[in-house]
């Protein structure tokens, strides 16, 4: 089978977890092709991205002057006579949407791709399912967090991009909930596959004499929930508790959260460390007493679907703490696999930071307990096993 993976910007740092399933297909032998709407932005980039086998192909980023774009149609008609038809249904589709869908048809009959994967229920699935569409050929996507959370969506596009694909994933069981009761997604369309890993590049490092150092990482906006943790890091430090905090990642807020850390006169305790190569990451994790991911649901309603660094780090062995919304409450357990606080509730992030810090014993039980839970249920092999199933049961 050959599949292609349909993707806004590639490679980018924060999506780890699509580098992972398309490195566990070709480990299994699926060949892979990626097609990039847009090329990358980041300034860092994931070491395991080099890993990667599967040719890159970045379709026009900006519609052609208008011959051109006739020229392109006439090309894609000559083999697909439906493809204006196809075109007629799709009016809400931009003009660079429509290019590159017309662009990817045409590799897609000279490479004989046999199914269209897109990540996240955006433009990159709206160029999916218009080539599909063209070459008659089935298609799917993964729908993560923004793209079915964010208030400012078009829900009755994302609805249709449900309703034409054959199936779509997504990542928890809070997701599956929402899409069906919120969105009235039909429930035949949905399959749940949580974003797992390759356990052979998380070893479990043992908890032993770990200085007191707390480490979050993600991108540096509202649902990440990192002014919570700065807020907690200033109680921690009002009660005279020795620890050092980083927080990796860039973004939106970085100015906001550097004021934050002023105004608290934490500059001795707390640092913005801005991204780093995942190797780097892995390795400030592994030498952490914790990992906080203090995440909340943003005022325009953004929330993250199940972070990816929270399962990464439970994988490693540092114990987590992590919030009560959407996915997290699948992976972290209370009391067994981790700690859970009420979303934006400093005072309850300040007291299990304590805890932690006070009970070096505890925090290794959780630690082995969550290694337990994310080898049962985050294995990047099996779970994209379970994808190429999917992928077979249209060819």
């Not at 799709?90 to 590799?107: F, P, V, W």
């Not at 994967?117 to 729908?143: D, K, Y």
């Given at each position: 089978m050959h599949v292609a993976y349909v993707v806004k910007r590639y490679p980018r740092y924060s999506e780890t977890f699509i580098v992972n399933e398309i490195l566990a297909h070709e480990a299994a032998g699926m060949r892979v092709r990626i097609y990039a709407l847009l090329p990358p932005q980041d300034s860092h980039f994931q070491d395991i991205i080099s890993q990667v086998k599967a040719p890159v192909c970045y379709l026009s980023a900006k519609a052609e002057r208008a011959t051109p774009f006739w020229e392109l149609q006439k090309r894609a008609a000559a083999i697909y006579p439906s493809s204006w038809q196809v075109l007629s249904?799709?009016?809400?589709?931009?003009?660079?949407?429509?290019?590159?869908?017309?662009?990817?048809?045409?590799?897609?009959?000279?490479?004989?791709?046999?199914?269209?994967?897109?990540?996240?229920?955006?433009?990159?699935?709206?160029?999916?399912?218009?080539?599909?569409?063209?070459?008659?050929?089935?298609?799917?996507?993964?729908?993560?967090?923004?793209?079915?959370?964010?208030?400012?969506?078009?829900?009755?596009?994302?609805?249709?991009?449900?309703?034409?694909?054959?199936?779509?994933?997504?990542?928890?069981?809070?997701?599956?909930?929402y899409l069906i009761n919120e969105l009235e997604i039909e429930p035949s369309k949905l399959v749940r596959i949580y974003n797992g890993l390759d356990l052979n590049q998380f070893p479990f490092s043992p908890y032993n004499n770990r200085p007191p150092h707390i480490i979050a990482v993600g991108r540096l906006v509202e649902k990440k929930g990192f002014s919570d943790l700065i807020h907690a890091c200033a109680l921690l430090k009002q009660r005279g508790t020795i620890f050092h905090c980083d927080?990796?990642?860039?973004?939106?807020?970085?100015?906001?959260?550097?004021?934050?850390?002023q105004n608290y006169d934490l500059g001795s305790c707390v640092q913005l460390i801005g991204p780093l190569p995942q190797a780097q990451v892995k390795k400030r994790i592994c030498e952490s007493a914790m990992f906080v991911a203090p995440c909340v649901i943003g005022t325009d309603n953004n929330q993250d679907g199940l972070p990816t660094v929270l399962v990464e780090s439970m994988a490693l062995g540092t114990p987590c703490i992590s919030t009560d919304v959407t996915g997290i409450p699948e992976v972290i357990e209370h009391n067994k696999t981790g700690l859970m606080c009420e979303q934006h509730s400093p005072e309850e992030l300040a007291a299990a930071i304590s805890q932690l810090l006070s009970s070096p014993e505890q925090a290794e039980k959780y630690a082995q307990n969550a290694r337990m839970q994310i080898e049962q249920r985050f294995n990047i092999h099996s779970n994209t096993e379970i994808l190429r199933k999917q992928f077979l049961k249209f060819q």
């Open positions: 249904q799709h009016q809400d589709a931009s003009a660079r949407e429509i290019t590159q869908a017309l662009e990817l048809a045409l590799h897609i009959h000279k490479h004989q791709i046999d199914h269209l994967h897109a990540h996240f229920a955006t433009t990159s699935t709206t160029v999916t399912n218009i080539a599909a569409q063209i070459c008659q050929i089935p298609f799917s996507f993964t729908a993560h967090a923004k793209d079915i959370f964010h208030q400012d969506n078009d829900y009755n596009l994302v609805k249709k991009k449900f309703s034409s694909a054959q199936f779509a994933v997504t990542v928890s069981d809070y997701n599956v909930d927080i990796i990642g860039e973004g939106d807020q970085k100015r906001q959260l550097a004021d934050l850390i």
